[in-house]
C-alpha cells in the first residue's frame, strides 16, 4: 500500500462501505426503532394493568348519595358509573361525580397539615406538624373555656345527620360554649317548624307520587337531587314504567330545568312570595283549597283581626302580584287551577345552590301553599319522616344543639372547625367571618384540598380523599324515608392525612372532652358499626343490593354484622314507610312575633331598599352554579370539558346577560365588565344568554379555570363577596350596576 | 477503477457487511437476566403437572391473567420445596415479603397495540406455542435481549436481524399478525388490533 | 346466514334532544373512558379536546320566547364516504366494513390536521402539546385505551375500548361477536336522562333501527352526503330545522357553547 493508498482510495472506501451499508440491517432495523422509539415517549403515562374488579360504593360530593360502581384496575378505581336501581341514585351520575376517583390527585391536594400564610399577596400553604395543628386548635378551645375573653367553639358542617356529625355535636356539648352550625338543606324543614304548633318530624317529599310538582326556583335537574332519579320523574323513564310529573318552574331565568319543565313561569326576581301569596289567593278565592283541614287546623287562617293569614293574602290579588312579579293574572290562577286539579301536588323552594338560601319567609309561605292545597301528611306531598335509629337528632345526652349561623353574635367565634364534606352549596365567606374574634380567631378546615372555603383557613387538616375513605351517607334533605350507606375506600389513603372523626377524637382528648361512653371504641369504623347495628336492632326497612339490583327485608338479615357486610358492599339501607303522624295544628304565618310584618314585606320583594334605588342599581345580580363544583375542590381535573374546554357550563365570574341589556350597557359578548353592588365591585367575562331575563345577571361561582392567577386570593374571589350581607339571610339577588370593563 | 480503488471499495463493502451484519446485531441488544430462573419444564413435567392456563388463563370476563402475580407462587412456594438457589431468590425476596417478581415480558408490547388472548385462545383455538415458541418445555429463562433504541425484546423483532423468520414464533410485529389473518381469512382493521 | 348477518355490523347512536338536559355527564363520561387529558393551560373552546361536546342552540327568539336545547355532538361515525377518510394522506383513519365504526389511529397520524379541515362536523380534535395529568391521576387511566402523543388528531371511535372488552368477554364464554348489553358506549351508559341510546343498525328490530326511521329523527347537514351513523330525534319542529341547516351565519347566532 503506501503512497498508493490516496484519498482516492479512501473514498473508495467510504463508498464501499455506504453500499454495504445499504445491504445491511443497520439503516433499515435502525429506521424501525427509531420509529418505535418515537412513538413510545416516556413521559405519555401508561395506564396501570392488573385484574378488572367491579366495586360498589357510595358518592360522597353532594349529599344526594349516588349508589356508583367503580371499575377498578389493580386495586384502583378507573371509571365510576350509576347503579341501576339503587334507591337513591337512579342508576346515573352527575358529572361531578364522575370524576370522583380523580379527586385523590387533585393539583391541590394537602398531604400534611398546613398553616395558610397570606403575606405578599398569595395564599401560601406552609407545612406543619399534626402535633402542632392540634396544639393550636386546642389552645384556642382552651380560651374559651377559662380565658377572661371568652368566646366560643364551633363546628361548621355542611353534611348534618352523619355519625361524624353526632361527634361534632358531642365534642362541643362537652365545651362551655359549643355551637353547631348546620347550614339548612333542602325543602326548608326549619320554616315548617317555626309553623307547627307541635312537633311533628323532619318533612320529606314523596315524589315517586307526586303528581304536579311547583318549583320555586329548585334546580330539579341540574342539582337538586340525583340526577337518575329526577329525569326519571320529570321526563319519564324510557321503559314507560312509574308516573312522570307535571313540573312548573318558577325562575327568573330559563334555566337547564326550565327548558325542560312542562310549564317554565319567569318571574321577577325576588319576588317569589309575592307569587306564592298570589297562587294562595286564587286557591282560596276560588275554593281550590283544603278548606275544611285548613280551618281546623289553621290557628291563623281567618281570625277576623288585620294579621290573619286570610288578610295577608287578600291584598295579594292576581293584578297585584302581577305588578309584582311580572307573571300574568291568567298564569296566577292557571296554575292554582292546575295545582288543584292535577294533584297530589307539592310546592317546593329551593333557587340556584350559589344564591343560598331563598329565605325564610318565602319558604313559609311555600308550606303555606303545601297546607292550602292538602299535600302535608299525604302520600305525594310531604310526609314526616321517621329518623333513623343511631341519628344525632335523637341520640344520647349531652351533644350540641343546631343553631343557625345568623344567629351566632358577632365576633363572638375563637375556633372556628369548618368540615368541608359540602351541602353543594356555597356561604359567603364574610357571613363566617364577622362571627369571629377579629385578630384572634382560628379558623381549621377538615378538606382533602387546598381550595374553596380551606383556602380562607388559617389551618388546613388534610382529610381523605372522597374515595379513600370509609364515610357515611344519610338520607338527603327531601328523601321522605331514611336511608343510609356506605362509601367504601377504592384506594389506600396517603399517609398524612387523617380521618375528622380522628382528629376530634384527639382534639377532645387534649381538651379532656369525654366523646363516648365508657368501653366504647372511638375507632371511626367502630362508631359507625354502632350506628349500623341500632339500624339492624330496629328491625326496620329492607337494603338494596347492588350486585343483583334487588332488596332484602331486615328480617332476613341475620346479625348486625352481616348487615355491615352488605352495606360495605355498596348496599343501601331504606326504611319501611309508616303511616304518617297526622299534622298537627299550624300557624300558616309563621310563629315569630313579627311574622305578619315580615311576611308581608317579603311579599313586596327581596330586592331591599338602597339608596339611589333602581335608578343607581338598574340591575339585577343573582349568583349561579351547579351543586357540589362551585370552587376548585370537589371538581376532577378533567370537568375542564364542561367549562374552558366547551363552554357548556359557567367558569369562576363569568356572566350571563340577556344580549339586549349587554348591548344597552355597551358590552361585548366575551367582553369584560365590571360590577358593582353597593358591597363592592367585581370584574367578569361576560357571556351572552337569551334565555336571561333582561336587567339580570348571573354570575358563576365555580372552578377557577386556572391560568397564571390561579393562586392569588384576589384573583380567586367570587361574586358572593359583593352580595348583601345585611342580615345575613337572603343574598341570591341584590342591586347593581355594570360597565364596560 | 484500479486495482488497489477495486480493493479499496472491496474491503469498505466487507467491512459494513461484516460491522451490519455481525457486529450491529450484538451491539444493538443489551442482555438482561430475569430477576430469577425459572423452569417451565418443571412445572409442567410429572412432578407438578401442570398445564399453560393454571397460571395463564382467560379470565371469565374475558381478560389475560398475563404472567402471575408471586401470590400465585406462594401457596406451593411459601418455603422452599428443593434447594435450588433460584428458589431461594423466589422465597426470600418476593414470597415472604409479598413482593411481586419484576419479570421482563418478552412478548411486550407498546401500549397501544391490542392483543386480546380470548378470541384467540377460545375461539380460534391457537396452541399457545405457535406464538411464543416451546416455552413450556424449558428448563430455564433465556436472558431479556433488550433493543437499545426501542427498548423491546429482540422477540418481538425476530431473532433474526434479518427480519426473516425460521420459526412460526419467531416475531410478534404487526406483519407476523396480519400474515397469520391473511392466511386465516380474518378481515382485518385497524381498530381491531390498536387501542 | 347468521354468520353474515353478524359479520356485517353497523354500529349507530340515537339522541333524543327533548330528553337532554345539557348537565354534561357524557362528556365526563367520554374523556374518563377515553383517557383524555385535562386543558392545558392556555386551552379554550377552539383548542381543547372534547370527542364529545355538547352545544346549546336556541330558537333566536327574545326572552321569554326564547328556547333552547343541547344537542351533544360526536364524531357522526359518517356512512359509505366519511370525508376525513378520504383526505387524510397516511391513511390514519378508516371506515371498518365490519362493524361501520370510523376507526381513528394514532399511530398513523402525523398531524396535518387536513381531516380537521374536511370534518364538517367539527368534531376532530388535535392535540396541540403532550397530555399532561396531575401527578399520580395516571394511576387512574383506562388501561383500554392508550394515550395519545402530542401532534396528533383524535376523535370518538364509539368507545372501541369498551367493544374490545365485549369481544373478549365474548371470546371467553366461547362466543364470536358481542351481546349488544355487553358493548354500551361511555356516553350512553352515563346519561341520566337515557338520551343516547345505541345498537346496530344491521339488526332491523334494534331500538336504534326503530328510532332511526321515525319521522322526528334527523341527521346533521344531511345534505352533505356523509350519511351520518349519529341520529338525533325531537318532537320540536324548530330544533329539527335549525339542525339540518347548513348555513353558518344562522348557526353562529344561534349555536352556543
Known amino acids: 500500500m503506501g503512497k498508493n493508498f490516496t484519498r482516492r482510495h479512501l473514498l473508495k472506501f467510504v463508498g464501499g462501505s455506504a453500499a454495504g451499508l445499504l445491504l445491511t440491517p443497520v439503516p433499515w432495523k435502525t429506521l424501525d426503532d427509531v420509529a418505535i422509539w418515537t412513538q413510545n415517549w416516556s413521559w405519555i403515562p401508561v395506564p396501570p394493568k392488573g385484574e378488572i374488579q367491579t366495586r360498589f360504593t357510595t358518592c360522597t360530593l353532594c349529599p344526594a348519595g349516588c349508589g356508583v360502581r367503580a371499575r377498578c384496575v389493580g386495586g384502583r378505581p378507573v371509571s365510576l358509573s350509576g347503579v341501576a336501581g339503587h334507591p337513591a341514585g337512579g342508576g346515573s351520575l352527575c358529572p361531578v361525580g364522575l370524576g370522583g376517583h380523580h379527586l385523590p390527585y387533585h393539583p391541590l391536594r394537602l398531604l400534611e397539615p398546613a398553616r395558610m400564610d397570606r403575606s405578599g399577596g398569595d395564599d401560601r400553604p406552609v407545612p406543619v406538624t399534626l402535633d402542632a395543628a392540634l396544639a393550636a386548635m386546642a389552645r384556642a378551645a382552651e380560651e374559651t373555656r377559662s380565658g377572661a375573653s371568652g368566646g366560643s367553639v364551633a363546628v361548621l358542617d355542611g353534611r348534618p345527620g352523619r355519625t361524624l356529625s353526632t361527634i361534632y355535636r358531642k365534642f362541643l356539648g362537652g365545651m362551655k360554649s359549643g355551637l353547631y352550625l348546620a347550614p339548612e338543606m333542602g325543602i326548608g324543614a326549619n320554616a315548617l317548624q317555626d309553623m307547627l304548633l307541635e312537633p311533628w318530624g323532619r318533612p320529606g317529599l314523596d315524589l315517586e307520587n307526586t303528581a304536579t310538582l311547583l318549583s320555586f326556583g329548585a334546580p330539579i335537574l341540574d342539582g337538586w337531587g340525583a340526577p337518575g332519579r329526577m329525569a326519571d320523574l320529570v321526563l319519564g323513564r324510557r321503559d314507560g314504567k312509574g308516573r312522570r310529573l307535571k313540573l312548573i318552574q318558577v325562575e327568573p331565568r330559563r334555566s337547564r330545568t326550565a327548558a325542560a319543565a312542562d310549564q317554565w313561569v319567569p318571574l321577577n326576581p325576588g319576588t317569589e312570595a309575592a307569587l306564592a301569596f298570589g297562587l294562595a289567593h286564587q286557591l282560596v278565592q276560588l275554593r281550590l283549597f283544603d278548606e275544611k283541614s285548613v280551618r281546623k287546623r289553621a290557628v291563623d287562617f281567618e281570625t277576623g283581626e288585620g294579621s290573619s293569614y286570610l288578610s295577608l293574602i287578600s291584598r295579594f290579588t292576581p293584578d297585584t302580584v302581577s305588578g309584582i312579579t311580572g307573571v300574568s293574572a291568567e298564569t296566577i290562577t292557571g296554575i292554582a287551577r292546575e295545582l288543584a286539579r292535577n294533584s297530589p301536588a307539592a310546592v317546593v323552594g329551593g333557587g340556584d345552590p350559589a344564591g343560598g338560601p331563598l329565605g325564610e319567609e318565602e319558604e313559609r309561605a311555600i308550606w303555606g301553599l303545601n297546607l292550602l292545597l292538602g299535600s302535608v301528611g299525604k302520600a305525594g306531598g310531604f310526609v314526616p319522616r321517621r329518623e333513623a335509629p ?85 338520607a338527603p334533605a327531601a328523601s321522605p324515608v331514611s336511608t343510609l350507606s356506605l362509601a367504601q375506600p377504592l384506594q389506600p389513603a396517603p399517609a ?68 355491615w357486610k352488605l352495606l360495605s358492599e355498596g348496599g343501601c339501607w331504606i326504611d319501611s314507610r309508616e303511616v304518617p303522624a297526622p299534622l298537627p295544628h299550624y300557624s300558616l304565618l309563621g310563629r315569630k312575633n313579627d311574622a305578619y310584618a315580615s311576611m308581608a314585606s317579603a311579599g313586596a320583594g327581596r330586592l331591599a331598599a338602597v339608596p339611589g334605588g333602581a335608578q343607581a342599581w338598574p340591575l339585577v345580580l ?51 365588565a365590571v360590577i358593582e353592588t353597593p358591597s363592592g365591585s367585581l370584574r367578569v367575562e361576560v357571556r351572552f344568554d337569551p334565555g336571561v331575563m333582561p336587567g339580570v345577571i348571573h354570575v358563576a361561582v365555580g372552578p377557577g379555570g386556572g391560568g397564571k392567577s390561579r393562586n392569588r386570593l384576589r384573583d380567586r374571589l367570587n361574586v358572593l363577596t359583593i352580595c348583601p350581607d345585611d342580615s345575613g339571610r337572603v343574598w341570591r339577588v341584590a342591586r347593581a350596576r355594570v360597565r364596560e370593563a | 477503477m484500479s486495482h488497489a480503488s477495486k480493493i479499496s471499495f472491496a474491503a469498505g463493502l466487507a467491512a459494513s457487511l461484516a460491522l451490519g451484519w455481525l457486529a450491529f446485531p450484538r451491539a444493538l441488544y443489551r442482555k438482561v437476566d430475569q430477576p430469577l430462573q425459572f423452569s417451565h419444564l418443571l412445572h409442567t413435567g410429572e412432578k407438578v403437572g401442570l398445564t399453560c392456563d393454571a397460571c395463564h388463563s382467560v379470565r371469565p370476563d374475558g381478560s389475560f391473567s398475563g404472567i402471575p402475580k408471586v401470590e400465585q407462587c406462594a401457596p406451593c412456594h411459601a418455603q422452599a420445596q428443593g434447594s435450588s438457589p433460584d428458589e431461594k431468590i423466589l422465597v426470600e425476596q418476593y414470597v415472604t415479603p409479598n413482593r411481586e417478581i419484576p419479570w421482563l415480558v418478552y412478548a411486550r408490547q407498546p401500549e397501544n397495540a391490542y392483543f386480546p388472548h380470548g378470541p384467540h385462545v377460545n375461539l380460534a383455538k391457537i396452541e399457545c406455542g405457535r406464538c411464543h415458541g416451546m416455552h413450556g418445555s424449558s428448563t430455564g429463562l433465556r436472558p431479556f435481549q433488550v433493543n437499545r433504541i426501542s427498548g423491546y425484546s429482540r422477540d418481538v423483532w425476530g431473532e433474526n436481524i434479518s427480519g426473516l423468520r425460521s420459526k412460526p414464533w419467531d416475531g410478534m410485529k404487526m406483519s407476523d399478525c396480519s400474515r397469520c389473518h391473511a392466511e386465516r381469512g380474518v378481515k382485518d382493521s385497524c381498530l381491531m388490533c390498536h387501542k | 346466514m347468521e354468520n353474515e348477518k353478524k359479520s ?11 330528553r337532554c338536559t345539557g348537565c354534561g355527564a357524557c362528556m365526563m363520561a367520554c374523556a374518563v ?30 326572552f321569554p320566547e326564547s328556547e333552547s336545547v343541547f344537542l351533544p355532538v360526536s364524531c357522526q361515525q359518517c356512512d359509505e364516504h366519511p370525508p376525513c377518510v378520504s383526505v387524510c394522506p397516511q391513511n ?96 350512553a351508559e352515563s346519561c341520566p336522562a337515557n338520551a343516547i341510546s345505541f345498537g346496530d343498525l344491521s339488526d332491523p328490530d334494534s331500538s336504534v333501527s326503530v328510532l332511526a326511521r321515525d319521522a322526528d329523527t334527523f341527521r346533521l347537514l344531511p345534505r352533505l352526503g356523509t350519511s351520518p351513523k349519529v341520529y338525533y330525534r325531537s318532537k320540536k319542529r324548530w330544533v329539527r330545522e335549525l339542525a339540518q341547516k347548513e348555513a353558518v351565519k344562522e348557526e353562529r347566532k344561534t349555536v352556543n357553547g
Request: aromatic content about 6%; proline content about 8%.
Open chain 1, 390 to 474: 343511631g341519628d344525632p337528632a335523637i341520640s344520647g345526652d349531652g351533644p350540641a344543639a343546631v343553631s343557625r349561623l345568623e344567629e351566632v353574635p358577632d365576633r363572638s367565634i375563637r375556633l372556628l372547625i369548618l368540615d368541608t364534606a359540602g351541602s353543594g352549596g356555597a356561604l359567603p365567606w364574610k357571613l363566617i367571618d364577622r362571627k369571629l374574634v377579629p385578630q384572634n380567631s382560628l379558623v381549621a378546615a377538615l378538606a382533602p384540598v387546598v381550595a374553596g372555603d380551606a383556602r380562607r383557613a388559617d389551618l388546613v387538616i388534610p382529610v381523605p380523599s372522597c374515595t379513600e375513605a370509609l364515610d357515611e351517607v344519610p
Open chain 1, 622 to 672: 343573582m349568583p349561579s352554579g351547579l351543586c357540589g363544583a362551585l370552587d376548585d375542590s370537589q371538581v376532577s381535573p378533567l370537568m375542564t370539558k364542561l367549562y374552558q374546554e366547551s363552554g357548556l357550563r359557567r367558569l369562576l365570574n363569568q356572566a350571563d346577560i340577556n344580549p339586549a341589556t349587554a348591548r344597552a350597557y355597551g358590552l361585548a359578548d366575551r367582553g369584560g
Open chain 1, 496 to 563: 398524612g392525612v387523617i380521618a375528622p372523626a380522628a382528629l376530634i377524637v384527639r382534639l377532645a382528648a387534649a381538651l379532656s372532652v369525654p366523646l363516648f361512653s365508657s368501653g366504647e371504641s372511638a375507632v371511626w369504623a367502630d362508631c359507625l358499626k354502632r350506628r349500623v347495628e341500632a339500624i339492624h336492632n330496629s328491625g326496620r326497612g329492607s337494603v338494596f343490593s347492588p350486585q343483583d339490583g334487588k332488596f332484602a327485608e331486615m328480617a332476613a338479615i341475620e346479625s348486625p354484622e352481616s348487615l
Open chain 3, 92 to 187: 390514519a383513519v378508516e371506515l371498518d366494513p365490519k362493524t361501520g365504526i370510523v376507526g381513528q389511529i394514532a399511530e398513523r397520524c402525523l398531524g396535518c390536521r387536513y381531516c380537521m379541515t374536511a370534518c364538517p362536523y367539527h368534531a376532530r380534535y388535535f392535540n396541540w402539546g403532550d397530555p399532561e395529568w396531575p401527578k399520580g391521576m395516571e394511576q387512574a387511566l383506562n388501561p383500554g385505551v392508550a394515550p395519545r402523543m402530542r401532534g396528533v388528531v383524535e376523535k370518538c371511535n364509539f368507545c372501541h375500548g369498551r367493544l374490545h372488552a365485549a369481544e373478549e368477554r365474548a371470546a371467553a364464554a366461547g362466543k364470536a361477536g358481542v351481546e349488544m348489553e355487553a358493548y354500551v358506549p361511555a356516553c
Open chain 3, 33 to 62: 373512558e377515553n383517557n383524555v387529558p385535562p386543558a392545558r393551560p392556555e386551552a379554550g373552546d377552539r383548542t381543547g379536546i372534547t370527542w364529545l361536546r355538547v352545544y346549546r342552540m336556541d330558537n333566536g327568539n327574545t
Open chain 3, 8 to 18: 356485517r355490523q353497523r354500529f349507530a347512536m340515537v339522541i333524543d334532544v327533548d
